[in-house]
């Protein structure tokens, strides 16, 4: 299994580079979009090499999610404690974007240790924004405690116009995943890996692991959920969170990995089936090769030298009438 790294490379290639040629004071102007319609747009200037704008464009949010302002509750508070001084909110954001923050690399850390994790939690900025409420909610798990002003039911979203829900409680925090795909051949590949999924679970090596199941119907933690929410053709998958999967450092891996479940499964879900595609044009290519080799060769017939040959005569042959008369007579 190949898991999704949190941090955005492009990103943190433009950070990089931007550090290393402060002197030169280049322009920069970049905009690219990831996986689950995260758009990104990163803006420097000459006058002022040091200073780097970031903005964030967030995927569009269903009805049953609550955003605060743009943002995912808690979000603001996130950014304010993963980036400190470095960072700033400008408010209103860029047209078109959720978050833009103002960042002055001036003011990064000057050992090297300590700038390269704080260059990487920047471009782990997609993480720390939409992961803000879940983490918030972990977070009290792992003190044993209820978040306060949660409801029973919360949705968060990962997808344009999808949600995933968590029921939080003190002992344990249920999370459920709708799983849609638009293409019928994924629908079917997503079904049998989520299958599996389950079933790999139940091994002794993984027994420490969140439990998981999955089911076609919804979970009956879902009856208060709004229909639309619920049509699914992937079905259902279901993780029980316990206090031990986030503790200590495996926090951010249990946040990010939940956050992008979705796009996990999708991803191992395109390499089956570009796997398949691959084996099946080596096995046509194997049984075009097999026929080539069991073509007859063409039959080469030799003459011998005291074989004769005929040749038919025609009237042009003959010269006309007399010629064919004559060799009546013979």
């Given amino acids: 299994m190949i898991l999704l790294q949190s941090p955005s490379k492009y990103l943190l290639q433009i950070l990089s580079n931007r550090l290393k040629s402060l002197e030169k004071g280049v322009e920069l102007d970049c905009q690219w979009v990831e996986f689950d319609d995260v758009r990104y747009h990163v803006q420097a200037s000459v006058k002022n ?7 964030l464009s967030l995927p569009t949010p269903p009805p049953e999610t609550l955003f605060v ?21 400008i408010d209103p954001p860029k047209d078109g974007y959720n978050l833009t923050l103002r960042m002055n690399l001036s003011k990064l850390p000057p050992d090297e240790e300590n700038n390269k994790a704080l260059m990487i939690k920047i471009a782990s900025v997609r ?7 879940l983490r918030v909610v972990l977070k009290h798990l792992a003190a044993r405690t209820l978040a306060p002003d949660v409801e029973k039911l919360v949705a968060l979203v990962h997808r344009p116009k999808e949600s995933f829900f968590l029921v939080p409680r003190a002992e344990k925090v249920t999370i459920i995943f709708p799983m849609r795909f638009k293409d019928s051949i994924d629908t079917v590949l997503a079904t049998s890996f989520l299958q599996e999924f389950v079933e790999a679970r139940r091994a002794a090596a993984l027994n420490t692991a969140p439990s998981c199941l999955w089911s076609a119907s919804p979970p ?10 619920l049509s699914v053709n992937a079905g259902f998958i279901t993780f029980v969170i316990l206090p031990r999967h986030v503790e200590g450092k495996k926090l951010d891996r249990t946040v990010w990995s939940l956050s992008t479940f979705h796009a996990y499964v999708n991803y191992h879900v395109k390499c089956s089936e570009g796997f398949m595609h691959t084996r099946m044009r080596r096995r046509v290519e194997s049984l075009i090769q097999a026929l080539d080799r069991a073509k007859p060769e063409p039959l080469k017939t030799k003459r011998s030298g005291h074989s004769r040959s005929f ?8 010269r006309g009438p007399k010629r064919l008369l004559y060799l009546g007579k013979i």
Avoid: H, M, W
């Fill in 49 to 55: 090499p040091q200073l780097l704008l970031l903005s």
């Fill in 127 to 133: 993480e720390v924004v939409l992961g803000a409420p």
């Fill in 311 to 318: 040749k038919r005569l025609s009237l042009k042959d003959g």
């Fill in 220 to 229: 009956s933690e879902l009856k208060d959920a709004p229909a639309e929410s």
């Fill in 69 to 89: 302002g743009g943002l995912p509750p808690g979000a603001i508070e996130a950014v304010k404690v993963a980036y400190g001084v470095v960072v700033k909110i």
